[in-house]
């Protein structure tokens, strides 16, 4: 049903290193074995996450044992020792990876430590599980139908990953939406709020990151990647784009206009906004009522 080696070389070649904004994986190896039997007791410091797509064996983990068949799924945490069973042999595929802690999200990092921490670690009947189908679009199918691209091998394989999670994890990190949220729509109500709160002179990263329920960091990040600018340059460029508008359209003050963009004070918005606009304020509302 699959070309199994071409499969895996691919996936191998394309989704090694997995990044985004707010995670970043080492995959150690994607595998598909046609027929995999018994191998040994042992424990690695990685997960591996398998899914059966037929046969029978078993999985024995930290002592207690789990009978397999097609459409299990079964996850082997860090540092718990387990081993697969199998006399007649299972088509398996798996996959091994962990965390690059240090480009993380507090939050992807809190999801997967407490998937590490689940109990819950094999599934039966999951060949309609959203995991099980992801993980069958990265293969290579050998009856025509066409594949996947292998550019979008990176974004499908970071949604597998990520799907463990609710697969398997805890309901904590289930109940997380910051994990699941993607990079572009946090970016997006990011600055719908600040667009909206223009006025508010205390519109910190800290406020607007607890508004949407992320940290500072990870709002911060996404600011970086998406934007390349930081999320200060950001919110003062809109502030003068706004006072810009209100400038020449509007018949309000230079001090309201001040208040009503968040300046806090006349000094600092007319500092502001001639680094920005390389005029004053004053200056610019001349010229922009002149050339009407």
Same mark, same amino acid.
């Given at each position: 049903m699959y070309h199994w080696i071409e499969s895996e070389a691919r996936l191998n070649r394309q989704a090694a290193r997995i990044t985004a904004a707010d995670a970043a994986f080492t995959v150690h190896y994607w595998g598909l074995n046609p027929r995999h039997f018994s191998n040994s007791l042992h424990k690695?410091?990685?997960? %591996?996450?398998?899914? #059966?797509?037929s046969g029978e064996g078993t999985y024995l983990d930290d002592g207690v044992l789990y009978p397999l068949s097609q459409g299990s799924l079964f996850c082997s945490r860090p540092d718990i020792t387990h081993q697969i069973q199998s006399f007649d042999g299972m088509q398996l595929i798996y996959v091994a990876f962990e965390l690059d802690e240090s480009k993380c999200s507090d939050e992807v990092r809190s999801a997967f430590q407490?998937?590490? %921490?689940?109990?819950? #670690?094999?599934?039966?009947?999951?060949?309609?599980?959203?995991?099980?189908?992801?993980?069958?679009?990265?293969l290579i199918r050998s009856d025509g139908q066409p594949a996947i691209p292998e550019s979008s091998l990176p974004d499908l394989a970071r949604a597998l990953l990520f799907s463990f999670v609710s697969l398997f994890g805890r309901r904590e990190a289930v109940d997380r939406p910051s994990v699941y949220r993607s990079s572009a729509l946090i970016l997006k109500q990011a600055k719908l709020y600040i667009r909206d709160n223009l006025s508010d002179d205390d519109l910190s990263l800290g406020k607007v990151a607890a508004h949407m329920n992320v940290s500072s960091r990870h709002l911060s990040r996404i600011f970086s990647a998406h934007i390349y600018e930081s999320y200060s340059q950001y919110v003062r460029l809109q502030r003068v784009r706004q006072a810009a508008h209100l400038l020449r359209h509007s018949e309000l003050s230079i001090k309201a206009v001040a208040e009503e963009t968040g300046f806090g004070s006349v000094h600092y918005f007319t500092r502001t906004f001639r680094a920005l606009m390389n005029t004053t304020p004053a200056r610019f509302r001349e010229e922009a009522t002149a050339g009407n």
């Open positions: 690695h410091s990685f997960f %591996e996450i398998c899914y #059966v797509l407490l998937l590490a %921490e689940t109990t819950d #670690v094999c599934k039966q009947d999951g060949d309609e599980l959203p995991s099980a189908l992801l993980w069958r679009s990265l």
